[in-house]
């Protein structure tokens, strides 16, 4: 889910971003917000972005891409990194995918004995986002349907990244009728409390649970997995709370969320992206994806400031991956208008 890329390759703090309408909410802090028609176009664009990248199994349409559906390219996985998000993205956007579309994940995907339970979490995801059943795959040429959950319960998640740990958590509450096999290597109880228990002294979560650093990619990821989860446990709601205030402090003047490295925040697309999913999927959190300001000082909404990365082609500027920037933004969009009807982009029965 999150770009891993993000924690390498730092993205350019100056961003010269393209002239958009937006309104600006009447409330005393005087925070601007996204306009619906600014949303619309803005969403519009990078959607159709999206399903010419489909259309041709590209990572992208100019500059360096590859093939987004390979076996070859991708031994482990069968497809390139993001692309669960990607596929989440067009669904809660409502596309509609065509038979041609499910087979190329069908012959690509890549499930074996050794396959990791953030590679089986993605294939979850995917493959409910495309309308088919996780609990009864069938891989291409295969008589019989695999179940996907059922082996994503037996994998190995103690040595997983908290991320990892919180795509997982994520894939197994997608579905109701997603249940727990016996002999499971957890349950969503456990793994919720596992989060827990690798929350930081300053209240958030890492890629690599290094005290003192700030990551909001990763604190917007597990959050979300945390609701997920919906455990009733004191301690992870307590845990939640502590989360969401903390991911509140991390929000940019403008807006944005951005990930930090050597004391210095890079905002970009993708962790505002993250951070609009997070507030998202908690209703009392929702209003501060285009309503209210989280802290003071902040002048503009997430989602203001995450449509303004947007290119009038659909690209997402800056994005060290279309894969991820159009994928997440889109998401980011749908789990936003999921929102406001009480749902959650997540929920696929």
Known sequence: MMNKL????????????ATMTFATSATAASVHKAATSTIHRR?????????KMLKENKTGLSGKTSALFSRKLYPDTGAA???????LGLRGNHYKFTTHEKN???????????STSASLANAVMAVQAMGMNATN???YHHKKGTNLVSRLYHANVSKQTSSSQAETLIAVSMSSRFKQPSGAKFSKASLSARLVNSQLNNNGWTYNNAQGAKDSDVT??????????????????SSIQKGQ??????????GAFGYTYACKTTPNANSTAEAIIALSNNSATNKYVNSTAMRTGQKATPLYAMLRYVNNSGSIKKATSQLYGVG???LAVAAYKAALKNRSVYSIN
């Open 104 to 114: 190329l994940l069908r012959k690509n995907l890549v499930v074996k004995s050794t």
């Open 137 to 139: 795959f069938k891989l």
């Open 220 to 237: 917007s990821m597990v959050l979300t997995g945390l609701y997920r989860g919906k455990s009733k446990a004191s301690t992870v709601e």
């Open 43 to 51: 969403t519009a664009l990078t959607y159709r972005y999206a399903k």
């Open 81 to 87: 990194s993001g692309y669960s998000d990607f596929l």
């Open 245 to 254: 205030k903390f991911l509140y402090s991390l929000a940019q003047g403008n």
């Open 328 to 330: 997440q933004v889109n």
């Open 6 to 17: 993000l924690k390498h390759v730092l993205v350019s703090a100056a961003a010269v971003l």
